[in-house]
């Protein structure tokens, strides 16, 4: 499986990159991941990417987006915070991978159990983590 070029990430509608995540996310859910060769997709990249999805995620180390929906390299944006909330920067990156990098889709992608979410309804105070 090859990286996405510009023409095949133009050819992808918003409808189409949420169909392809959740094509990979049931590729993942049966464990039939897609054949790929991840050292070739660096290669591929190597001048230029053309991902087709921004997803924001939690930073929660079992909520992989590039493994959980069976993607490779150059095919997301994968900003991850905890509790997958948008600041500025996110925003900002957000703005980059749309308007610029060409992006259809953004996907905003919550999970169970995360220790962010419980967290904030807690009022748990941390450091920087809470400093504002
Ligand atoms: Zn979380």
């Given at each position: 499986?090859?990286?996405?070029?510009?023409?095949?990430?133009?050819?992808?509608?918003?409808?189409?990159?949420?169909?392809?995540?959740?094509?990979?996310?049931?590729?993942?859910?049966?464990?039939?991941?897609?054949?790929?060769?991840?050292?070739?997709?660096?290669?591929?990249?190597?001048?230029?990417?053309?991902p087709?999805a921004?997803i924001?995620?939690?930073?929660?180390?079992?909520?992989?987006s590039e493994?959980?929906?069976?993607q490779?390299?150059?095919d997301i944006f994968s900003?991850?915070?905890?509790?997958?909330?948008?600041?500025?920067?996110?925003?900002?990156?957000?703005?980059?991978?749309?308007?610029?990098?060409?992006?259809?889709?953004?996907?905003?992608?919550?999970?169970?159990?995360?220790?962010?979410?419980?967290?904030?309804?807690?009022?748990?105070?941390?450091?920087?983590?809470?400093?504002?």
């Amino acid at each position: 499986m090859k990286a996405h070029t510009k023409d095949t990430q133009a050819a992808i509608t918003p409808q189409i990159a949420l169909q392809l995540l959740k094509e990979g996310n049931q590729r993942f859910q049966e464990k039939h991941m897609a054949d790929r060769d991840l050292l070739d997709q660096v290669n591929d990249t190597k001048s230029g990417q053309f991902p087709f999805a921004t997803i924001l995620s939690c930073i929660d180390s079992r909520v992989s987006s590039e493994l959980i929906f069976d993607q490779g390299i150059g095919d997301i944006f994968s900003a991850r915070v905890a509790g997958n909330f948008v600041n500025e920067d996110i925003l900002g990156s957000m703005e980059f991978a749309c308007k610029l990098a060409g992006t259809k889709l953004v996907l905003v992608l919550g999970h169970t159990a995360c220790g962010a979410v419980k967290g904030a309804c807690d009022d748990a105070k941390l450091g920087n983590l809470t400093a504002y």
